[in-house]
């Protein structure tokens, strides 16, 4: 949920901000899908 979150807010900013699309993808899908599946992974070896 938090990572969703944070890609929603990162994308509603760099649109307003004139950010390119090019960049956008690279910082969502690099640094935020990073995290998302890094925060998974964490939970997931947790919970087993």
Known sequence: MQGRREIVV???VAFRGGMS????????AG?????????TFALESVVL
């Open 10 to 12: 990162f994308h509603f």
């Open 21 to 28: 699309q090019e960049v956008r993808l690279l910082l969502t």
């Open 31 to 39: 640094v935020l899908g990073g995290f998302t599946t890094f925060s």
